[in-house]
């Protein structure tokens, strides 16, 4: 559990007992690499290392979203002290032209948050 709230995180990021979930990145016991290829899925949180990373790969997790599907794209916190050229403004700036629109911000943990996306409701 992450901060003030008690809500579990699989609640929080919308998973299901029937989603199909797919998890890139992170740090440990999450520290997942992206290799293999993606699958459709419900559910995905993406741990991306960069600005770069979040544009170069963005359309490999965008073709394999299901229609109601949630894109949660998770950079560390400034109170982490973790360099990075990730955050709110950033990450909407890179996803919101490719149809999606971002509808909720979580904390994942103590280091990191997250901001979910889904393709916008005339594009499903």
Do not use: Q
Not at 14 to 42: A, N, Q, Y
Not at 76 to 96: F, M, Q, S, Y
């Amino acid at each position: 559990m992450a901060g003030y709230s008690a809500t579990p995180l699989p609640r929080k990021l919308g998973i299901g007992p029937d989603s199909e979930v797919v998890v890139i990145g992170g740090t440990p016991p999450l520290d997942l690499p992206f290799g293999g290829t993606l699958v459709p899925f419900d559910v995905a949180l993406w741990y991306p290392a960069d600005r770069a990373e979040l544009a170069d790969r963005l359309g490999e997790f965008r073709s394999c979203m299901r229609p109601a599907a949630g894109l949660w794209i998770a950079w560390p916190k400034k109170a982490a002290r973790i360099p990075t050229d990730l955050g709110e403004d950033v990450i909407r700036a890179v996803l919101l032209p490719t149809g999606l629109v971002d509808n909720k911000v979580c904390a994942i943990d103590d280091t990191y948050s997250g901001l979910r996306f889904v393709i916008r409701r005339e594009l499903r």
